[in-house]
């Protein structure tokens, strides 16, 4: 091991002792003047403290040295008769710098030398370790991956190697989390193109090009804020191997039975001035490479920023219900396409341009019998449905970054969404025919100004504007025997937001201030032909404005191994509710608190406990304040009984967390705890033919508690991971059914998932996943519904220089109660790569075993549904892949 000038220990202060007072009285007498300055980062110009300061002659022989205080000042006498001098500058995680000083003028006393060190990441390492490397380092808020320690051969794409790294987590939505925090960028290069939609990377960077990935903790995206504003944000940055081409990619055209079609493309481009990465995508196989999906009701990672500033939509939001990994539902036309690009249009100027076009027909064949039994009563009900859904997605979306100097900053950032789904549907309903029409366009547009001013070391002054639409027209046709239904929906929403903040550290606390506006206002617009009702409006006509000022305060302190975050969010609300239905409008001003607490204590270098409490006051969704009756579907109308309520919600939670890397365990034991005194009270009114869904707005003192833990042991010496993760939720929750009154139920939910998956050195490996999920209901009348469901994943992995073959099993049980039988699945393939690695060569079979149908059952606290649908059927495909 390897290792830089030390002056630790005993011997050593006594020889630096020395040196430095030989230096001293070699050179007082000769010394003509003295070189002093600043030593700061430069990007944040935070101060550097104990940075090496050497000073050499012209044959690189050291003269002299001192180091930089706490403040980053250094000062030091320069020694007499020479005419050239060089003063550098290092320090461990920086680049080297050094200056030059010409001695012209002999009587001159001070020379000024500041000096703005640049990060250097990527050349640590060297200094840790020499030699064979670890297969993770940590270095500050920096996580280290050695790929090489936990690749098995078998990765495609970046997603493939996140899921075996410690510490990571990939969901089904492609959202990353990397020690249960959000990842929020996804960087190539310290570079983000992606912005929050960094699942198209994800998804389609090649594994190959990847060198390293580093997780970044405390990420800000804003660089004057660092150091200055902690973050529970954390970012993924993907190194890329050294020596690619300016232009770099890969393309795989697939052929199989069945007219079955693949066909891919993808393409990285790096140079001084721009950096990008495109990919473009067509399959009918059950892939999906974007990150939009319309089979489950996953929401895209890129629209969770985004939910306060979008409406409602009514009649295409749902996806298809099913418990199977998506690739077997997913009966698709499917073409993806994106671009992704970063310009550095000057040294202090640069652009980041993204565009995504998605286009989809998915194919979907149910039947449901659903049993309704309450109050001695018993519903059944039979419906068939043939489905086909049409998605089309255009989205644009830009940064404009403009560094102003050092300490200013100006970006602005937008994107326009643009979201069109036609469905088509005929079936029964118990026997009565029908046919269904949807179409919704949601149209999507925001835009966000910020400006950021570090004028001081540690303080920053930032504000910004921030504005945002929403229109999002629906119509739904309904044909039947006896009636033509037609229901126009419109939702539209608009909102502003201005705010300034004052973000300062002071020693180890950190203080923010932040006094803003902002402003929400919402259209619900809605006829109904066809179809009317005695007693009951089918037309809607609302304006439902909400105005706030708000001030919200910001502590962190650390104290010891103690932290401590506190947050105060005071808002004046000023409501304005106009209903067209209602004989009287709402109009209301009322003040708001809502603070948060969280507390950590630092056990030891790898632990902590925490614990945390937050109260929070909300207000009704627009989609919950008309009160006319809108149809969604060929049986569902849904409507609300309104009255004004803040929704009070409390939420504590306590957890004790390990992060041990270097011995590559985590280990995390939580419990939480939620309620709610005022909320949506559901009331649903069924018969055979139609459902009534109304919303009410009442005290419901719903309560929901969980325990979790979650375990995961990386083996090194079987190159095996092991992942244990469990949790056990209780919720409480009224509803009324029919004529049934109120009604206290409570769900109680337990899920067990084992993982392990070896990485041997040798052509071998496996994976086996068991996944058990229990549901139970219990109604305080007495009735209990109960199902338990079993999944369990195994494949083998053999792997021989460049030849790969692989075979998956999947086993689902809907009901281990049940004599429903269990489904099994087979998938296999063979991958053989060129020696040059150019060329990949692929067959591919999935469902082998060819199950065409999957049958299901789901219990509530008020019925029993079992349901089957079709799935992708039995394909073998043969495809063929250039890299570039």
């Known amino acids: 091991m390897k290792t830089k000038l030390s002056i630790h220990g005993n011997k050593n202060k006594t020889i630096n002792f020395f040196m430095v007072l030989f230096f001293i009285i070699s050179n007082i007498s000769y010394s003509q003047g003295v070189v002093q300055g600043f030593v700061k980062d430069s990007l944040t110009d935070v101060p550097?403290?104990?940075?090496?300061?050497?000073?050499?002659?012209n044959k690189n022989k050291l003269l002299d040295f001192t180091f930089t205080n706490s403040k980053g000042f250094y000062k030091k006498t320069l020694p007499k008769d020479y005419d050239l001098l060089y003063v550098e500058v290092s320090i461990i995680g920086y680049k080297k710098s050094v200056k030059v000083i010409k001695i012209i003028d002999s009587n001159k006393e001070t020379y000024i030398l500041d000096f703005a060190l640049k990060e250097r990441l990527d050349e640590l390492e060297e200094v840790y370790i020499e030699g064979k490397k670890r297969p993770i380092t940590v270095r500050q808020d920096t996580t280290v991956y050695n790929l090489e320690k936990f690749k098995d051969g078998t990765e495609r794409v970046v997603e493939d190697i996140l899921k075996k790294l410690p510490g990571i987590t990939v969901g089904e939505n492609g959202l990353v989390k990397f020690k249960g925090k959000t990842v929020t960028r996804l960087l190539l290069d310290n570079d983000n193109i992606f912005d929050s939609n960094y699942g198209i990377g994800t998804k389609n960077i090649s594994s190959d090009i990847i060198e390293g990935i580093e997780a970044i903790e405390d990420y800000n995206e804003?660089?004057?804020?660092?150091?200055?504003?902690?973050?529970?944000?954390?970012?993924?940055?993907?190194?890329?191997?050294?020596?690619?081409?300016?232009?770099?990619?890969?393309?795989?055209?697939?052929?199989?039975?069945?007219?079955?079609?693949?066909?891919?493309?993808?393409?990285?481009v790096v140079s001084k001035k721009a950096k990008g990465f495109s990919s473009v995508g067509y399959n009918n196989i059950g892939e999906n490479y974007s990150p939009y999906n319309f089979v489950s009701n996953n929401i895209d990672i890129s629209r969770l920023s985004e939910l306060s500033q979008r409406t409602s939509n009514l009649v295409n939001d749902n996806g298809f219900n099913s418990i199977l990994p998506d690739n077997r539902v997913r009966v698709n036309n499917n073409f993806f396409g994106s671009l992704n690009a970063l310009y550095k249009l000057k040294d202090n100027l640069s652009l980041r341009v993204n565009y995504n076009l998605f286009k989809d027909k998915l194919i979907r064949n149910e039947s449901t019998n659903t049993r309704f039994i309450f109050n001695n009563q018993e519903i059944n009900i039979n419906t068939a449905e043939n489905f086909i859904k049409s998605p089309l997605i255009n989205a644009g979306a830009y940064e404009l970054i403009y560094k102003i100097n050092k300490k200013e900053l100006l970006t602005s950032k937008g994107k326009v969404d643009y979201q069109k789904i036609n469905s088509a549907s005929s079936g029964f309903n118990n026997e009565d025919l029908f046919s269904n029409k949807t179409t919704s366009r949601d149209v999507f547009f925001n835009n966000k100004i910020e400006y950021t001013n570090r004028f001081k070391t540690s303080t920053v002054f930032q504000s910004s504007i921030e504005i945002s639409s929403n229109d999002l027209p629906q119509n739904?046709?309904?044909?039947?025997?006896?009636?033509?239904?037609?229901?126009?929906?419109?939702?539209?929403?608009?909102?502003?937001?201005?705010?300034?903040?004052?973000?300062?550290?002071?020693?180890?606390?950190?203080?923010?201030?932040?006094?803003?506006?902002?402003?929400?206002?919402?259209?619900?617009?809605?006829?109904?032909?066809?179809?009317?009702f005695n007693?009951?409006?089918?037309?809607?006509?609302?304006?439902?404005?909400?105005?706030?000022?708000?001030?919200?305060?910001?502590?962190?302190?650390?104290?010891?191994?103690?932290?401590?975050?506190?947050?105060?969010?005071?808002?004046?609300?000023?409501?304005?509710?106009?209903?067209?239905?209602?004989?009287?409008?709402?109009?209301?001003?009322?003040?708001?608190?809502?603070?948060?607490?969280?507390?950590?204590?630092?056990?030891?270098?790898?632990?902590?406990?925490?614990?945390?409490y937050k109260l929070s006051n909300q207000i009704p969704d627009a989609q919950n304040v008309f009160s006319g009756l809108i149809l969604t579907n060929n049986r569902l109308f849904l409507n609300n009984d309104f009255s004004f309520n803040l929704f009070n919600n409390q939420s504590f939670?306590?957890?004790?967390?390990?992060?041990?890397?270097?011995?590559?365990?985590?280990?995390?034991?939580?419990?939480?705890?939620?309620?709610?005194?005022?909320?949506?009270?559901?009331?649903?009114?069924?018969?055979?033919?139609?459902?009534?869904?109304?919303?009410i707005v009442e005290s419901v003192n719903n309560k929901n508690l969980q325990f979790g833990f979650r375990l995961e042991k990386y083996l090194h010496f079987l190159r095996s991971t092991l992942n244990l993760n469990s949790n056990y939720t209780i919720r409480q929750y009224q509803n009324i059914i029919n004529d049934s009154g109120l009604r206290d139920n409570t769900s109680k939910n337990l899920f067990v998932e084992f993982k392990i998956r070896t990485g041997f050195k040798g052509t071998l490996n496996f994976e086996n996943n068991v996944f058990v999920n229990n549901n139970f209901f219990e109604t305080g009348l007495g009735n209990s519904n109960e199902f338990t469901s079993f999944q369990n994943d195994f494949s083998v992995k053999y792997i021989k220089n460049s030849f790969h073959f692989n075979i998956n099993t999947q086993y689902f049980k809907p009901d281990l109660k049940q004599d429903i039988s269990g489904d099994l699945f087979l998938d296999a393939s063979i991958r053989l790569t060129s020696k040059n690695k150019k060329i990949e060569y692929m067959f591919k079979a999935n469902n082998l075993l060819n199950q065409k149908k999957y049958r299901n059952i789901n219990s509530s606290d008020l019925s029993t549904t079992s349901f089957e649908h079709n799935l992708q059927e039995r394909f073998a495909l043969f495809s063929i892949g250039f890299r570039f």
């Open 222 to 268: 804003n660089p004057l804020l660092k150091g200055v504003k902690s973050s529970q944000n954390v970012a993924l940055n993907l190194k890329l191997k050294k020596g690619e081409a300016d232009i770099s990619g890969n393309t795989e055209l697939g052929l199989g039975v069945d007219s079955k079609k693949y066909a891919k493309g993808n393409a990285l």
């Open 476 to 532: 739904v046709n309904i044909t039947t025997d006896l009636d033509n239904a037609r229901q126009q929906i419109d939702f539209k929403k608009n909102t502003l937001d201005i705010n300034a903040s004052l973000l300062s550290k002071i020693k180890k606390s950190e203080y923010g201030i932040k006094l803003g506006y902002n402003f929400d206002e919402n259209f619900v617009n809605s006829d109904l032909q066809g179809i009317s």
């Open 48 to 57: 550097l403290h104990n940075v090496n300061i050497l000073i050499k002659s």
């Open 535 to 612: 007693n009951q409006n089918i037309s809607n006509d609302v304006y439902y404005r909400i105005s706030k000022p708000y001030l919200n305060l910001d502590y962190n302190h650390r104290l010891g191994q103690w932290n401590f975050i506190a947050n105060i969010e005071n808002e004046i609300f000023n409501i304005s509710l106009i209903d067209m239905n209602l004989d009287t409008d709402y109009n209301n001003s009322f003040y708001t608190i809502n603070p948060s607490l969280t507390i950590q204590h630092k056990l030891s270098k790898v632990s902590n406990l925490y614990t945390g």
């Open 653 to 695: 939670d306590v957890g004790f967390r390990v992060n041990d890397f270097y011995n590559l365990f985590q280990f995390n034991v939580y419990a939480n705890y939620n309620y709610s005194k005022y909320g949506y009270l559901s009331q649903l009114n069924i018969n055979e033919d139609l459902s009534f869904s109304t919303s």
